[in-house]
Protein backbone atom coordinates (compact mmCIF):
# COMPACT_ATOMS: atom_id res chain seq x y z
CA UNK A 1 0.00 0.00 0.00
CA UNK A 2 2.67 2.30 0.79
CA UNK A 3 4.67 1.89 -2.80
CA UNK A 4 1.17 2.27 -4.56
CA UNK A 5 0.86 5.68 -2.55
CA UNK A 6 3.90 6.89 -2.83
CA UNK A 7 3.80 6.51 -6.77
CA UNK A 8 0.31 8.49 -6.93
CA UNK A 9 1.70 10.90 -4.61
CA UNK A 10 5.07 11.55 -6.60
CA UNK A 11 2.93 11.31 -9.99
CA UNK A 12 0.48 14.14 -8.40
CA UNK A 13 3.34 16.21 -7.18
CA UNK A 14 4.72 15.63 -10.64
CA UNK A 15 1.99 17.12 -12.21
CA UNK A 16 1.38 19.67 -10.03
CA UNK A 17 5.47 21.36 -10.77
CA UNK A 18 4.80 20.90 -14.44
CA UNK A 19 1.28 23.07 -14.41
CA UNK A 20 2.92 25.76 -12.42
CA UNK A 21 1.37 24.97 -8.86
CA UNK A 22 3.25 26.02 -5.68
CA UNK A 23 3.64 23.37 -3.29
CA UNK A 24 4.99 24.77 0.06
CA UNK A 25 6.79 22.16 2.39
CA UNK A 26 6.41 21.94 5.91
CA UNK A 27 8.74 20.08 8.40
CA UNK A 28 8.78 21.18 11.95
CA UNK A 29 9.90 17.85 13.78
CA UNK A 30 13.99 17.91 14.45
CA UNK A 31 14.31 15.02 12.14
CA UNK A 32 12.52 16.55 9.22
CA UNK A 33 13.85 20.11 9.14
CA UNK A 34 17.56 19.93 7.44
CA UNK A 35 15.85 17.42 4.86
CA UNK A 36 13.10 19.75 4.02
CA UNK A 37 15.20 23.09 3.85
CA UNK A 38 17.58 20.97 1.40
CA UNK A 39 14.84 19.93 -1.00
CA UNK A 40 12.65 22.87 -1.18
CA UNK A 41 15.85 24.69 -1.60
CA UNK A 42 16.59 22.21 -4.83
CA UNK A 43 13.10 22.37 -5.84
CA UNK A 44 12.87 26.20 -5.59
CA UNK A 45 9.93 25.74 -3.52
CA UNK A 46 8.83 27.63 -0.43
CA UNK A 47 9.21 25.85 3.22
CA UNK A 48 8.67 26.10 7.00
CA UNK A 49 10.87 24.26 9.50
CA UNK A 50 10.07 26.22 12.60
CA UNK A 51 6.74 26.87 14.35
CA UNK A 52 3.41 27.42 12.07
CA UNK A 53 2.22 30.60 12.25
CA UNK A 54 -1.79 30.41 13.04
CA UNK A 55 -3.59 32.13 10.18
CA UNK A 56 -0.89 31.47 7.58
CA UNK A 57 -3.64 30.54 5.44
CA UNK A 58 -6.66 31.39 6.53
CA UNK A 59 -5.54 34.93 7.23
CA UNK A 60 -2.98 34.68 4.68
CA UNK A 61 -3.71 38.78 2.92
CA UNK A 62 -3.15 40.27 6.99
CA UNK A 63 -0.12 38.14 7.49
CA UNK A 64 1.22 39.22 4.33
CA UNK A 65 1.12 42.89 5.03
CA UNK A 66 2.58 41.74 8.55
CA UNK A 67 5.52 40.27 6.79
CA UNK A 68 5.24 43.23 4.15
CA UNK A 69 6.39 45.50 7.38
CA UNK A 70 8.75 43.42 8.68
CA UNK A 71 10.50 43.02 5.15
CA UNK A 72 10.75 46.90 4.83
CA UNK A 73 12.09 47.17 8.17
CA UNK A 74 14.81 44.63 7.72
CA UNK A 75 15.63 46.30 4.93
CA UNK A 76 15.81 49.74 6.64
CA UNK A 77 18.20 48.13 8.88
CA UNK A 78 20.59 46.80 6.34
CA UNK A 79 20.58 50.10 4.97
CA UNK A 80 21.22 52.12 8.55
CA UNK A 81 17.86 53.53 8.35
CA UNK A 82 16.80 52.69 11.60
CA UNK A 83 17.78 55.92 13.00
CA UNK A 84 14.74 57.63 13.82
CA UNK A 85 14.38 55.21 16.07
CA UNK A 86 15.07 55.48 19.67
CA UNK A 87 18.14 52.66 20.33
CA UNK A 88 15.75 50.88 22.51
CA UNK A 89 13.02 50.90 19.85
CA UNK A 90 15.87 49.47 17.22
CA UNK A 91 16.66 46.67 19.38
CA UNK A 92 13.49 45.25 19.85
CA UNK A 93 12.81 45.72 15.91
CA UNK A 94 16.43 43.51 15.40
CA UNK A 95 14.93 40.60 18.09
CA UNK A 96 11.63 40.90 15.94
CA UNK A 97 13.30 40.48 12.86
CA UNK A 98 15.36 37.87 13.99
CA UNK A 99 12.62 35.82 15.10
CA UNK A 100 10.59 36.48 11.75
CA UNK A 101 13.25 35.81 9.83
CA UNK A 102 14.20 32.15 11.75
CA UNK A 103 10.03 31.29 11.74
CA UNK A 104 9.29 32.66 8.14
CA UNK A 105 11.75 33.24 6.25
CA UNK A 106 11.57 29.79 3.87
CA UNK A 107 8.15 31.62 2.97
CA UNK A 108 8.96 35.28 2.58
CA UNK A 109 8.27 35.50 -0.81
CA UNK A 110 5.37 33.53 -1.53
CA UNK A 111 2.95 35.91 -2.72
CA UNK A 112 -0.53 34.24 -3.06
CA UNK A 113 -1.57 30.96 -1.49
CA UNK A 114 0.40 27.65 -2.36
CA UNK A 115 -2.21 24.81 -4.30
CA UNK A 116 -0.48 22.27 -2.09
CA UNK A 117 1.59 21.54 0.91
CA UNK A 118 3.77 18.67 1.93
CA UNK A 119 3.81 17.99 5.60
CA UNK A 120 6.23 15.74 7.49
CA UNK A 121 4.02 14.99 10.78
CA UNK A 122 0.67 15.83 10.39
CA UNK A 123 -0.42 15.28 14.27
CA UNK A 124 2.52 18.07 15.13
CA UNK A 125 1.44 20.53 12.39
CA UNK A 126 -2.37 19.78 12.45
CA UNK A 127 -2.97 23.49 12.26
CA UNK A 128 -1.55 24.07 9.31
CA UNK A 129 -3.69 20.91 7.91
CA UNK A 130 -6.54 22.15 9.32
CA UNK A 131 -5.81 25.66 7.37
CA UNK A 132 -4.98 23.79 3.87
CA UNK A 133 -8.31 21.66 4.34
CA UNK A 134 -9.99 24.77 5.33
CA UNK A 135 -9.11 26.38 1.93
CA UNK A 136 -9.02 23.97 -0.57
CA UNK A 137 -4.99 23.32 -0.45
CA UNK A 138 -3.69 19.82 -1.36
CA UNK A 139 -2.17 18.07 1.37
CA UNK A 140 0.81 15.61 0.70
CA UNK A 141 2.40 14.10 3.29
CA UNK A 142 3.70 10.93 5.38
CA UNK A 143 0.89 9.40 7.28
CA UNK A 144 1.41 7.57 10.05
CA UNK A 145 -1.10 5.79 12.30
CA UNK A 146 -1.95 8.16 14.68
CA UNK A 147 -2.60 10.87 11.52
CA UNK A 148 -6.24 10.52 10.28
CA UNK A 149 -5.77 9.62 6.21
CA UNK A 150 -8.66 11.89 5.57
CA UNK A 151 -6.95 14.46 5.93
CA UNK A 152 -4.93 14.08 3.01
CA UNK A 153 -5.28 14.31 -0.62
CA UNK A 154 -1.94 11.91 -0.62
CA UNK A 155 -1.47 10.32 2.09
CA UNK A 156 2.18 8.26 2.04
CA UNK A 157 1.50 5.58 4.91
CA UNK A 158 4.51 5.17 7.12
CA UNK A 159 6.60 6.42 10.28
CA UNK A 160 6.92 10.05 10.60
CA UNK A 161 9.61 9.46 13.22
CA UNK A 162 11.97 7.57 10.93
CA UNK A 163 14.84 9.61 9.72
CA UNK A 164 15.15 7.46 6.65
CA UNK A 165 11.75 6.83 5.90
CA UNK A 166 11.41 10.53 6.51
CA UNK A 167 14.32 11.34 3.84
CA UNK A 168 13.07 8.79 0.80
CA UNK A 169 9.66 9.97 0.92
CA UNK A 170 10.66 13.38 0.72
CA UNK A 171 13.12 13.19 -2.11
CA UNK A 172 10.47 10.92 -4.16
CA UNK A 173 7.63 13.39 -3.63
CA UNK A 174 9.58 16.79 -4.11
CA UNK A 175 11.96 15.51 -6.46
CA UNK A 176 9.50 14.34 -8.54
CA UNK A 177 7.41 18.00 -7.98
CA UNK A 178 10.94 19.78 -9.11
CA UNK A 179 10.96 17.53 -12.23
CA UNK A 180 7.39 18.49 -13.22
CA UNK A 181 8.80 22.04 -13.17
CA UNK A 182 11.69 21.29 -15.31
CA UNK A 183 9.81 19.87 -17.74
CA UNK A 184 7.56 22.68 -17.83
CA UNK A 185 10.78 25.18 -17.98
CA UNK A 186 10.38 26.31 -14.60
CA UNK A 187 13.24 27.85 -12.53
CA UNK A 188 14.23 25.60 -10.13
CA UNK A 189 17.42 25.64 -7.63
CA UNK A 190 20.82 25.06 -9.32
CA UNK A 191 20.82 21.56 -7.32
CA UNK A 192 19.58 19.45 -10.46
CA UNK A 193 17.59 15.66 -9.23
CA UNK A 194 19.54 12.57 -10.52
CA UNK A 195 17.65 10.89 -13.17
CA UNK A 196 16.87 8.24 -10.97
CA UNK A 197 14.12 10.71 -9.07
CA UNK A 198 13.30 13.28 -11.51
CA UNK A 199 10.77 10.86 -13.09
CA UNK A 200 7.90 9.66 -10.74
CA UNK A 201 7.65 6.47 -11.70
CA UNK A 202 11.47 5.18 -10.29
CA UNK A 203 10.59 2.28 -8.06
CA UNK A 204 13.37 1.60 -6.31
CA UNK A 205 12.89 4.37 -3.47
CA UNK A 206 9.40 3.97 -3.36
CA UNK A 207 10.05 0.11 -2.07
CA UNK A 208 12.60 1.00 -0.20
CA UNK A 209 10.33 3.45 2.05
CA UNK A 210 7.19 1.39 2.24
CA UNK A 211 9.29 -1.34 4.01
CA UNK A 212 11.09 1.33 5.96
CA UNK A 213 7.69 2.12 6.81
CA UNK A 214 7.16 -1.05 7.79
CA UNK A 215 9.84 -2.05 10.03
CA UNK A 216 9.60 1.79 12.20
Not at 32 to 52: F, N, S
Not at 55 to 71: A, P, Q, S, V, W
Not at 83 to 95: S, V
Amino acid sequence: QSEAQLKEAAQAAYELGKSGGVMLLVGTKKQAQEVIEGLAKEADTPYLTQKWAGGFFTNFDELRKNIKKLIDLRAEQEKGQLTRYTKREQGLIGKNLAKFTREMGGALDMAKLPEAIFVVDAVSDNIAVREALKTNIKVFGLCDTNADPTWFDYPVSSNDDGIKAIKIICETVIRAYAAGKKEAGIKVGEQKATKATTHPSSGGKETEAAEEGKEE
